[in-house]
């Protein structure tokens, strides 16, 4: 069964230090979505992508975290410099398309960022 | 806004008992409504999920029926399982944009 993956599963960044994290959604996925969820809450999400424009970034901090998804296929989404307050779960999803309760999203595991 | 209110857990049951776990949203307009699950070490997945009003989700035995006039989602289900032991999500989708709960923690005991 395909699956969304997300590299790395854990990370352990000092602050101001940058950070990556990569999603490669599920083949043939045009939307995707990065989600961030914070210890005790529900995910939040930060940025939605449609091949390779971004349609929503109206949650993503752009004076830290930028995302790209430069083919329209795997995404990366950046950190820099960053903060004790971004320690939280990243979390990947895809579908097919953008269409609220028409097209399933699919998550990734997660990435998982501590910064100390 | 939409927003997503869901009860506070752990919840903590026997093997075999009923589960309900509720949940109500705010929301503008007529949303899609839907239960998330989240096993340890594992993404989100979906449960199940209702797009208009009385419209009954069901999925491996739980169960939620979108209710317009208390604007309740409550999931349910006749006999939990160790297995059902994760974290479950209520969510909205209103405007292409998913609005989740703060999410409930079931814990099943044999």
């Known amino acids: 069964e395909a699956e969304v993956a997300q590299s790395p599963r854990y990370k352990i960044t000092e602050k101001s230090q940058a950070v990556a994290f990569w999603c490669d959604p599920i083949?043939?996925?045009?939307?995707l979505y990065w989600y961030r969820q914070i210890l005790g809450q529900g995910p939040e999400l930060l940025v939605q992508?449609?091949?390779?424009?971004?349609?929503?970034d109206s949650q993503l901090p752009k004076d830290r975290f930028s995302a790209e998804r430069l083919k329209g296929v795997d995404s990366t989404l950046k950190i820099q410099p960053a903060e004790l307050g971004d320690s939280a779960m990243y979390l990947c999803a895809s579908s097919l398309a953008a269409g609220g309760a028409l097209y399933e999203q699919y998550f990734g595991p997660g990435t998982r960022l501590t910064v100390t | 806004g939409n927003s997503v209110t869901q009860m506070e857990g752990p919840v903590t049951l026997s093997e075999e008992a009923f589960l309900t776990i509720n949940c109500t949203y705010t929301a503008t307009g007529y949303p899609s409504l839907f239960w998330y699950v989240q096993y340890p070490g594992e993404g989100l997945q979906l449960l199940l999920k209702a797009t208009k009003a009385d419209d009954k989700g069901s999925n491996k035995g739980f169960e939620a029926t979108y209710r317009k006039e208390t604007t309740s989602f409550h999931l349910e289900k006749g006999s939990v399982q160790v297995s059902d032991s994760a974290v479950y999500f209520c969510a909205l989708n209103g405007g292409n944009k998913l609005v989740f709960g703060a999410g409930t923690i079931l814990r099943v005991k044999s």
């Open positions: 083949s043939g996925h045009a939307t």
């Open positions: 992508f449609q091949d390779e424009s971004v349609v929503d």
